[in-house]
């Protein structure tokens, strides 16, 4: 019973100081004990790593990022093709009235 105290303490003051330095572990932590599956989790992990080391972001920011800009390029080629189309119909307008 005193060494699940103990346990329990050290557990506690852990995650309650916010002294948890590297949080990388803790996506890896997780698929080993849901799946089992190491390998996996040490493919994931270097992954991670590599995106981290690449980009100076975590992947998630990563992506989002990705998303976003690939949102804003779409939208930037509606728009350039919006104003194309009305400036064809604006000089066909212009060409059958005269």
Do not use: W
């Not at 997780?30 to 040490?42: K, L, S």
């Not at 990705?66 to 307008?93: F, G, H, M, P, Y």
């Amino acid at each position: 019973m005193k060494f699940k105290k103990i346990y329990f303490l050290v557990l506690i003051s852990v995650f309650l100081s916010g002294c948890i330095q590297s949080t990388a572990l803790l996506g890896p932590g997780v698929t080993i004990a849901t799946t089992g599956n190491i390998m996996q989790a040490g493919l994931q992990y270097g992954a991670n790593t590599a995106i981290k080391n690449e980009t100076g972001k975590d992947a998630i920011t990563h992506l989002k990022d990705a998303v976003n800009e690939e949102q804003d390029n779409k939208k930037l080629e509606e728009k350039i093709r919006n104003i194309a189309s009305n400036t064809i119909d604006k000089v066909k307008r212009k060409l059958l009235t005269n």
